[in-house]
C-alpha cells in the first residue's frame, strides 16, 4: 500500500512530517513491518533530525547551504543557480528513509523526527509512504 500526502512549502528549510508518518502508520492497521518514506524531487530530501533545539535545524540548513552554496558557476544551468545547487544538496542528503515499526509504533528514537528538507522553495511538493508488514 502507498500513501501520497501533499505538501507545499513556503520557505527552504526542514519541515516535519513525523504526525503523517505516524498517522498514516496508525491508518495502515499494520502491527510490524518496515515502511519507507520516499520523495519524487530532484531538488528535495528527507533527513532525520532532533526537533528539540529549533536552532539546531537552522544549523544544519546553514551548514548544507555552506556546502554547497547558491552560486552561479554550476555547469546545470538549466533553471536557477538555486536550482542547481538544490539538485546538489539533495543528491547528497538523499530521498527517501525507512524505519521500522513494532506493535504499531514507529521505531524512532525519543528526539528523533522525520523532516522533509526543501532546498528549492516554495514549491508544491510530495512525499510517499510505502509498508511492508503485517
Known sequence: MVKTYKLSTDRNGLIDITPQVEAALAESGLSDGILLVSIPHSTASLTVMSPWDPLGLEDVH????????????????????????????????????????????????????????EFDGPRSRQFQIQFVGQ
Not at 72 to 81: R, V
Open 62 to 117: 546553514d551548514e548544507i547551504n555552506r556546502i554547497v552554496p547558491t552560486r552561479i558557476d554550476f555547469k546545470h544551468q538549466y533553471d536557477t543557480p538555486q536550482d542547481a545547487s538544490a539538485h546538489v544538496k539533495a543528491a547528497i542528503v538523499g530521498h527517501s528513509r525507512s524505519f521500522f515499526f513494532e506493535g504499531g509504533k514507529l521505531g524512532l528514537g525519543h528526539s528523533q523526527k522525520i523532516y522533509f528538507w
